[in-house]
């Protein structure tokens, strides 16, 4: 048989294996489990709300950055897993909202987002609890979060 017909099968074989155990999966993937109320405190802190929406919270007193706030939360977003929901926060280029709602904008003329990055000044342990107290908003499945105990040898 001729080898290009061997060859398709096989890059298509390393590519389905490659998204779910490649150096690039979220698997191994584990923070500490925060505090829920600490994260409402970091959301505010950041004022989040100056460009999102967040059913149940409202702040007066933030200047609207967008006639049209980014929904967080929901199952319609594009946050689907933890790992995603993370990296929104740390790498919030990763991941843009669909076109529909660019219209307003909401990446720059570089085509980064124009989401607030974060990274150095807001700590890992904020990240941890803000991350807790937004994952129960979206229907994102829960992480797996490291038991200890397992690593205990009797
Ligand atoms: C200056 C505006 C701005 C601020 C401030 C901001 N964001 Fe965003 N954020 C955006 C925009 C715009 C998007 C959607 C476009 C994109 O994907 O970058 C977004 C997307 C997101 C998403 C993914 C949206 C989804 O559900 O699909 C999350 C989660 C998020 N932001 C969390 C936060 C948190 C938490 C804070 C506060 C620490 C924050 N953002 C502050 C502009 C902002």
Request: charged content about 20%; proline content about 7%.
């Amino acid at each position: 048989m001729n080898s290009r017909f061997l060859l398709f099968p096989f890059m298509l074989t390393v590519a389905l294996l490659a998204c779910n155990s490649g150096p690039e999966a979220p698997r191994g993937f584990s923070l500490p489990e925060g505090d829920v109320a600490k994260g409402e405190a970091v959301f505010r802190k950041y004022q989040c709300l100056g460009c999102h929406s967040l059913e149940g919270f409202e702040d007066p007193d933030i200047t609207k950055e967008f006639s049209r706030p980014v929904m967080l939360g929901g199952d319609s977003s594009r946050v689907k897993t933890y790992a995603e929901l993370v990296t929104s926060v740390i790498n919030p280029s990763h991941k843009l909202v669909p076109r529909a709602i660019k219209l307003e904008s909401v990446v720059n003329e570089d085509g980064t987002s124009k989401m607030r990055v974060y990274n150095d000044v807001m700590t890992i342990s904020e990240l941890i609890d803000l991350v807790a107290f937004l994952q129960p908003k979206y229907q994102v499945k829960p992480m797996q979060y490291t038991h200890y105990n397992i690593y205990h040898i009797p």
